[in-house]
Structure formats: C-alpha cells, structure tokens
C-alpha cells in the first residue's frame, strides 16, 4: 500500500510563525499535492510538483510556498502564519490521477 | 469558478435504504471522475472510478452521463458503516497534467 505521511497530526502556531507541513510518501511518486479543506468550502488546491525541483500553483497559492528537494518529501511553508489559515491541511500523491492522501494536519493559528 | 457542484446534504437514510448522489460538472473537458469517501476527521479515499459504461461494485454503482455533464453514485442496502461524506471529483487537464478538483462532498448518515 502507498503510504504518504504528514510529520504533524494536530499543531498550534502563533500569528506571524513560519511554519513548515511536512509530507514523505514512500511510492516513487513523482506526483505531489496540497489541499486545504475547510468547511463549506471543501478541498482546495494550494500546490502541487510534478518532478524533484519543480512546482505549480494551485488554485490558493497566496500565503504558502512549497518545497520539493527530494522525490518522496514535499514541504509546506506558510511564511508567516495568519489566523485565516487555520485549517487541515492534506497532502497527496499520485500514479497517474489515482491518489493517496496522508491523515492530514488540523493547523490552529492564534 | 465552480467545476464540480454536488448536493451538499445531509441525507439521512435508514438501513437498508437505496440512496443516490448527483454531482455536475462544467469543465466538459473533463476525461476522468472519481468519488472519494471521507469519514470524519480522516482523509479521503478513492471509492471508485467513473465510466460512461458504469461501474459497480457491490452496492455501490457509479454512473457518468457525458451530455448532461453529471455523475452519479447508488448505494443499495446501506449500512450504518456507509456514513461518510461522499466526494465527487473531476480531472482538470489545464495544466501540464491533470489535478483532481473536488465537489464539496455530500454526507450520508444511515440511522439504524
């Protein structure tokens, strides 16, 4: 089974932190993701790589930036963390369009 | 920009009940759809692919109608192991390669 793991289950920051989301999947994906879900507003596309060093905005690229150094890590970064961003954060991968998400990380900014 | 609209629930169902999710979609574009499950406070999982021939899997069948752009999932003889948010999902092709882009999900609760 495709395993993709998020380093944090739950984690609180203060307003202004930078603060680092940590996935690793241990498939040989090339392909890499992260969503946000909120309610009523569902799964929304933040980043996504498709290749070590390689990275394309989503559809809510302002605020984060990401980081694909290695093929199995890619690394979420909010710069400076904001109460808006408070939410879960999901990462995936994916062979072709089949994905694999990881538990998820609930982020509280206060 | 809204690409992949379903019904946003909830339906409460009881056990044994037939149940049915609509969800449209507006990218015509769109080659593969999907439905993810997702229980509570957990991460979504694929359900199952959706094909213009059906596709069915045990109480489970999944329809997609390319002219009229919507998908369907039938759930016959539901269980109380069947609640769950039920995710539609479309391929985006506008970039390099294609993304998932998710419906908003419905919810299912089947009450004993």
């Known amino acids: 089974d495709v395993k993709v793991t998020q380093s944090s289950r739950y984690l609180v920051k203060r307003t202004g932190e930078k603060v680092f989301l940590e996935c690793v999947q241990d498939?040989?994906?090339?392909?890499m993701f992260w969503y946000r879900q909120d309610p009523g507003l569902g799964l929304r596309l933040i980043y996504f790589?498709?290749?070590?060093?390689?990275?394309e905005k989503g559809d809510i690229p302002e605020g984060y930036s990401v980081s694909r150094e290695k093929k199995e890590r890619f690394s979420l970064i909010l710069e400076s963390a904001s109460t808006n961003q408070t939410s879960m954060y999901l990462c995936a991968s994916s062979l072709d369009r089949f994905y694999t998400f990881g538990s998820g990380t609930r982020l509280t900014v206060v | 920009r809204k690409e992949v609209e379903q019904d946003p629930g909830p339906f409460n169902v009881p056990e044994g009940a037939t149940v049915a999710f609509n969800c449209t979609y507006s990218?015509?574009?769109?080659?593969?759809f999907f439905w993810y499950r997702q229980d509570c406070r957990k991460e979504p999982k694929l359900l199952m692919s959706?094909?213009?021939s059906g596709n069915e899997d045990g109480r489970f069948t999944a329809q997609l109608n390319r002219a009229s752009q919507y998908i369907s999932l039938l759930i016959r003889d539901s269980k109380l192991s069947d609640s769950a948010t039920y995710l539609c999902v479309g391929v985006n092709y506008g970039g390099s390669q294609g993304n998932l882009i998710f419906g908003k999900g419905t919810k299912l609760s089947v009450k004993p």
């Open positions: 990218n015509s574009a769109s080659q593969s």
């Open positions: 498939m040989d994906h090339e392909n």
């Open positions: 959706v094909y213009s």
């Open positions: 790589s498709y290749d070590v060093k390689m990275k």
